[in-house]
Every structure is written in structure tokens, then in C-alpha cells.
């Protein structure tokens, strides 16, 4: 993990409230998909975790949703200008315990990080299944991106205005499947651990040096206590205690 200034390289607004921002720089050390970058912005103390996109060595893209002043100050930035980060951070998806085919999970904007894992598998020569789950259709992001891997998304809608109306577990009771990726709320989460035989969990928790060193995203586990922007945010099935 070090501490740099990546350069805006693209931003660009994909979806009502969601933008997309390329950087550059050295981007060597990302290790896995799901890890996490944590930014400063000017004028606010704590940094804002966003997880990785897609990336390659002198890249990484991120997709974030507009929830508050740091992110509303994070959409305003310019194209040219510098970004300090923190990366990479977190443990990140392994890919090798999926197996031959399998189900990626995404909720709303835990769908980003999912996208990566699937460039990841595809890469391996691993074609995975993939639902993700939306209020809306106007909340819908990402089809075309999947679709260009080869892969088409099972969309759900809460609203049922696009795709199959309900929760992502609905689509999941049409699928055979032994091993789950999933990212998302929390209630989605759980669910999805109800309804999977295994997998692994991507948790989102508050934090504040997002390294390891403040404990203040600890949580237990069957295991112990674990700090999700450390030991996660990926956790595995058998160790989460909800
Ligand atoms: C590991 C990880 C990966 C994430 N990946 C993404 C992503 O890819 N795209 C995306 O849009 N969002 C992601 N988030 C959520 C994102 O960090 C929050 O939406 C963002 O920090 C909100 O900041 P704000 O200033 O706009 O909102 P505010 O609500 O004003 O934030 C106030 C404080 O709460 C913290 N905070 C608020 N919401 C969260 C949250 N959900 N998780 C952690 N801290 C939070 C902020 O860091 C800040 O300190 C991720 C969170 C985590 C923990
Ligand atoms: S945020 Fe400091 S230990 Fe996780």
C-alpha cells in the first residue's frame, strides 16, 4: 500500500447521480478485483473509499455514486488535476476458488467491483454468470459493459420497470450454481448468503485510516474480530457471523 497522486485522466457522468473517473499512474500493486482506493479530498478530514473498477498497471477506473459532499466534491473535480490516494487497499475477490462457472451478485453500486472480478475470470478463460439488481431501470448501470465480456446480465428491478421485477434472489432461485460473488447492501447481503451453498462477500463499513491501523471497521466474524478494509472487504461464507 502507498500513498499517491494519480492524474484525472476521465470523468464522466454514466448514469443520473453515478460517475465514472479514470486515473493514471502507477498502478502496479493492485493485486485483485475488489480492492479498494481510499481518496482525499480538499476540505474533508476523512478519506472516501471507492473500490477499483477495472484496472491495469499505469490505470485503474472507479464508479461512484453521489451520496454526500465528499462525493458530490469528487464529481466536481477536473479532467488534468491530481488525486491523492491511498492504494490498493483491502484483500480483494480470489478468483481461483469460483470454480468453472460462477454467479457474480451485484447490487445498485456494489456492481462496479463485480465488473472487475468478471474481467479478472474471463481473462482465466472463466465465464461467469451475473445478476444484477437495481431499484430502477433509471438506476441501471453497467449492461454494455458486461455484454462486451461476452456475458449477459440477469437484471432485476425492485420497481420491475426493466428486467425481472424483484430482488436479485429471485433471479437466483432460476440458476444452478455452487459459488457466489456478491457485492452490495448489507440486507442484500444476507439474502444472498441465505440462498448460496458458498462464495465470497464483499462488506462495506465505515472507516477512517481504511489501512488497518484504527480498528474503527472491526467486526466479528466465527473467526475472531477482522477489519473489513484490512482482512476484507471480502469475506468468506464460512466465517461471517451476522
Ligand atoms: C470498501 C468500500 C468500497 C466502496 N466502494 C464504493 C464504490 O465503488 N462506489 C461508491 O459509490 N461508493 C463506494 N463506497 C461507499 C463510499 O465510500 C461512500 O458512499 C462515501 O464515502 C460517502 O462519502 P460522502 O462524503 O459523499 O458522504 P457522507 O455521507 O457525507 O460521508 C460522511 C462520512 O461517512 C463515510 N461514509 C459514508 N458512507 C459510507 C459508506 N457506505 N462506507 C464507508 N464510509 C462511508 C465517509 O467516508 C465520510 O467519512 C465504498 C465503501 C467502502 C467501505
Ligand atoms: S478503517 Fe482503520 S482499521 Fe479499518
Redesign the pocket.
Known sequence: MKRQLLKIDHLKKIQNGIFAMTLTGDCSEISAPGQFINIKLDGFYLRRPISIYSYGPDFLTIIFKVVGEGTKALSEMQKGGLLDVLMPLGNGFDTAKGGKQPLLVGGGIGVPPLYGLAESLVDQGVIPKVITGFNGREDIILTKEFQVLGIEPIITTVDGSMGIKGFVTDAMKEINFDYVYTCGPEPMLKAVYDTSPDGQFSFE?R????????????CETKYGYK????DGPVLYKEEIKW
Open positions: 463499513a472507516m477512517a485510516c481504511g489501512f488497518g491501523a484504527c480498528m474503527g471497521c472491526t477489519r473489513i478494509c484490512k
